[in-house]
């Protein structure tokens, strides 16, 4: 997995990590630091395995420590709230860090994730 916090000066990038949690029928999906291949290949395919499981009936995503996305972390991203669709799940973004923010805006993926969840019945959206 990864350490949290570190040394180096202002703006260096802390290892990143993907947290995954069930709490009833939420599944909690919490990603830190930069999120980048490291956590894509390490820490994504528990989420994976738990995104399928039984009882699972929301997913609710915490990226308010993220201090780097790139597009191997993206691809995690797109790849929750696609296979989450896919198996009938809402997908509630509780919070985005400001990186994380700027990137989804910037490549359409907020716009995708809301029109996704618009045509989704009985979903909300999932702004930030």
Known sequence: MSVSGGA???GAARAGR?????????LRVVLHGAVDLHVRE?????????LDEPGVRVVAVDASDVSFLDSSG?????????DAAELGLPVHVE??????A??????????????????????????G
């Open 18 to 26: 993907l947290d995954v949690h069930r709490d009833g029928g939420t």
């Open 74 to 82: 993206l691809s995690v991203v797109v790849r929750l709230v696609r």
């Open 95 to 100: 919070a985005l860090s400001r990186p994380v």
């Open 42 to 50: 390490h820490d994504a395919p528990a989420l994976w395995a738990q």
């Open 8 to 10: 180096g000066g202002p």
């Open 102 to 127: 700027e990137l989804l805006d910037q490549t359409g993926v907020r716009a995708w994730m809301d029109d996704l969840a618009a045509s989704s019945p009985g979903h909300g959206r999932t702004g």
